[in-house]
């Protein structure tokens, strides 16, 4: 300690000492230079935060790729606390409002999980491919799907099993497409997740619609058949927007990417 | 310049040249108390982060006040520049968005914007009032909205005027009561807002219901009269959720408060 607080002293003395002048002249340049930095940085963090909330609460046109200046941001984001505290709360409060229901038994209740960055986590393939600043490539990350390796989200996990376990019935709801039945099914088990009703994935005849569409169709359906849709959770707007809405929507973070 | 360095010089001389033992000590003590309060800091600036996250994108059971340990945080971002930034990006990307309908002239595209914290500020009374960190009292906020001061929200009325010029008709729909009409019109006027082609209060039939009932069964109203719903603005979700939807809606941050 003695060392550090010596060095200091000893690059200070020099500036302390000397004239007016020459040493305002040293000591400010670093000094100035550093609170640019700090400024910029403050500056990126801001503008970063700002564009992240936007893109959360669904205010954005349709984006294909996050803004080049917030690279570094989202990556510090996903990797630091920040998406873990974010999941976590999502988690917590879905718990609270899905504990609130006395379920009647009558195998009504259900709730709908969107599977990729709500149960399933493709951190490690977006890890590989700049994180939301590559335009979305369909066929690799289809190769990394077919790997089946997706780790679980783990708060999202957690709340999976406790509405199992408070009586709902679980629908999975999902962009990925039939042809990956098998293999997303093998992937959700080694990651945890079973005993869910129904997986529902894009068949041919859903190709051509956004999300929102597919999705709300596919809620529809369920509403005819008497189901009462409690909780919807999902990263994406187009999870959770359109017709037969689910009573209460938890939208998990995603700053990498949109479907419309 | 020399006499802020001399300060830290003479501060850090008897650290830098007594006992090993005793100046680690002596060092380290405030140091580490730094150190902590520093990852205080940081970790309050996280869970308050991700807990406003969780209230702008209607994850949040709802909820009458503000976490007390939130109560600096939320402050600073109203008077700094975080919420000056999120309420201008969510008026850009509005813009960009009304721009984007070639009107047709039959006078049936409208605009719908909310009234407080989306066209007109409330943030002088909430500063005098915890910013979120005291429950809403009506007859308090009734006699701040009596003295029609509240200033314009810039970045929305430019918004405001944009949807205008474009030849939208602009629909303001509030939670405030037919009694304040007259003063409200007055403190829209004297804020720069003009032009609007009609302006609904809650009457007394409307009094039991939740914003969202009441503002879903007034645009309904609009579906039926035959106009089309292209903008909707507000800071809460109770204002863009529900039935008769906008084709987009656009959030504007409020921190402060709930409204079901």
Redesign the interface.
């Known amino acids: 300690?003695?060392i550090f607080?010596?060095l200091?002293?000893f690059s200070?003395?020099p500036?302390?000492f000397s004239n007016?002048n020459s040493?305002?002249y040293l000591?400010?340049r670093p000094l100035i230079f550093e609170t640019q930095l700090k400024n910029i940085n403050d500056n990126v963090n801001?503008?970063c935060?700002?564009?992240r909330?936007?893109a959360?609460?669904?205010?954005?046109?349709p984006w294909k790729t996050i803004p080049v200046e917030c690279a570094d941001y989202v990556k510090d984001y996903l990797m630091g606390?920040?998406y873990v505290?974010?999941v976590e709360?999502?988690s917590e409060?879905?718990k609270?409002?899905a504990s609130s229901f006395e379920s009647n038994g009558d195998g009504k209740d259900i709730w709908i999980f969107d599977i990729d960055e709500t149960l399933l986590s493709n951190l490690p393939y977006y890890m590989e491919h700049g994180c939301g600043l590559e335009v979305f490539d369909h066929s690799k990350f289809d190769k990394w799907v077919e790997k089946g390796i997706a780790p679980a989200i783990a708060p999202s996990l957690k709340l999976y099993q406790k509405v199992i376990d408070l009586g709902y019935k679980v629908i999975l709801l999902t962009g990925r497409r039939e042809n990956h039945r098998v293999i997303t099914v093998e992937n959700l088990r080694n990651a945890g997740f079973h005993n869910w009703d129904k997986l529902i994935l894009r068949s041919s005849n859903d190709r051509n619609k956004t999300a929102t569409m597919y999705k709300s169709e596919k809620r529809e359906d369920m509403v005819k058949e008497g189901y009462r849709i409690r909780g919807n959770s999902g990263d994406q707007w187009s999870d959770l927007?359109g017709s037969a809405?689910s009573e209460r929507?938890?939208?998990l973070?995603n700053p990498m990417y949109y479907i419309p």
């Open positions: 300690m003695r607080v010596n200091i002293l200070l003395i500036l302390a007016e040493s305002s000591i400010a801001l503008h935060t700002s564009w909330f936007a959360e609460t669904n205010n954005l046109a606390e920040g505290v974010d709360r999502v409060e879905a609270v409002y927007l809405m929507s938890f939208k973070p």
